[in-house]
């Protein structure tokens, strides 16, 4: 995937985050199916390692997704969500996600006590970090669906 802008040549994309690339062989390994929330750029650096990805935006929260995904990669969704919509967020995330799938990324503005908090009723913690070389706030996270 390259970024086009109208009438130009190639745009390189943005950077993706090194804690996803870190994180990614620790989750599952190609062809595992991917919901990708978020950064196009991801999406080509995880196509680009073999896997299956389908990029989803904030309407994640609206879609049946129904189970189908081994891997959910937030590249900074739920950081951005009120408070109020987080639980919404882990009840669409479980619902995307197979048993035994997970969701991973890096997340801001979340305390891990609210991320254990709020991921409990469906998912397990397998990790949770500070995400190194990211902001103060910055967690890697690794939930596992039950």
Known sequence: MSTRASGSASV???AVSPAILRLLPRVHHPPAGVLLIGAEAAAAALHARGYRVQLAGSDVLEVDWGGRFDLLCDTG???DLAPTARDRYFAAASWALRPGGQLFGVVRGVGASELIHRAS?????????PAPGESADALEVVLVRR
């Open 121 to 129: 009723g469906s998912f397990e913690v397998a990790r949770l970090e």
């Open 77 to 79: 969704l739920l950081g």
């Open 12 to 14: 390189p994309p943005p």
